[in-house]
């Protein structure tokens, strides 16, 4: 069983930045593979990021692909998501998510997931 509680959500002007933290609890952190992903207002829940339980592997969804970093520290049992060149359509409400093995993109995947931070980026 993994607990997740994501903090670092806010208000930030386009271009601004945002570090997401995701806390875990539980044990065998290395063993789960962790995602980001978001739910803008009126859409579905999207795949973000998603990194390996090494930490070696990443992937990212297109629109995000030189912008954000997925990040974990297995020693502190927390995955990061830095977001840089925010855009108003990058608006939504953010997860983070886990899951035993390989990661995957997409949401039915994944076990565990955080209540979410709400990120809001004015144009």
């Known amino acids: 069983q993994v607990q997740l509680v994501e903090s670092g959500g806010g208000l930030v002007q386009t271009g601004g930045s945002l570090r997401l933290s995701c806390a875990a609890s539980g044990r065998a952190f290395g063993l789960y593979a962790l995602g980001w992903f978001r739910r803008a207002p009126g859409k579905a829940r999207e795949f973000v990021a998603a990194?390996?339980?090494?930490?070696?592997?990443?992937e990212y969804i297109a629109s995000v692909k030189g912008r954000f970093t997925i990040s974990r520290d297995n020693a502190k049992n927390t995955v990061y998501l830095q977001m840089n060149s925010l855009k108003p359509e990058d608006t939504a409400l953010y997860y983070c998510?886990?899951?035993?093995?390989?990661?995957?993109?997409?949401?039915?995947?994944?076990?565990?997931w955080g209540q979410g931070t709400q990120v809001t980026v004015s144009s």
């Open positions: 990194t390996s339980g090494s930490g070696s592997n990443t």
């Open positions: 998510a886990a899951k035993v093995g390989s990661y995957v993109t997409y949401v039915a995947a994944y076990d565990y």
